[in-house]
């Protein structure tokens, strides 16, 4: 499986980006987002999951993010709004390759998009 992530550049603070992020297959598990700053660790940002509904959002993507994913369940979308300095990082998409009981653990997912950049600026 290969994930290709696109829609990453360049916003101004309270602006708005969305990430697409495309598999070569179906993917009937967990899809999601992570994203890596410079210096800092790979934090979880949002996952979907192959159920309607079934999302999870890490803390500074509550309220501000929204992941969804299409029908044919392979993409999965990023709407980020009232973006922030801090959002500014490389976001990575990921796919586990088998079940997991800890979608939030990027140590859990196999597959991974090369990573897209996001910067926020003033």
């Known amino acids: 499986v290969q994930l290709q992530a696109s829609g990453g550049g360049w916003v101004q603070v309270g602006g708005s980006l969305r990430l697409s992020c495309t598999a070569t297959e179906r993917i009937v598990n967990y899809m999601g987002w992570f994203r890596q700053a410079p210096g800092k660790e790979r934090e979880f940002v949002a996952v979907?999951?192959?159920?309607?509904?079934?999302?999870l959002y890490g803390d500074s993507a509550k309220g501000r993010f929204t992941i969804s994913r299409d029908n044919a369940k392979t993409t999965v979308y990023l709407q980020m709004n009232n973006m922030k300095l801090e959002d500014t990082a490389i976001y990575y998409c990921?796919?586990?390759?088998?079940?997991?009981?800890?979608?939030?653990?990027?140590?859990?997912?196999?597959?991974w998009g090369q990573g897209t950049l996001v910067t926020v600026s003033s």
């Open positions: 990921a796919a586990p390759s088998r079940p997991t009981m800890r979608p939030t653990n990027f140590r859990d997912y196999t597959y």
């Open positions: 979907a999951g192959w159920i309607p509904g079934l999302t």
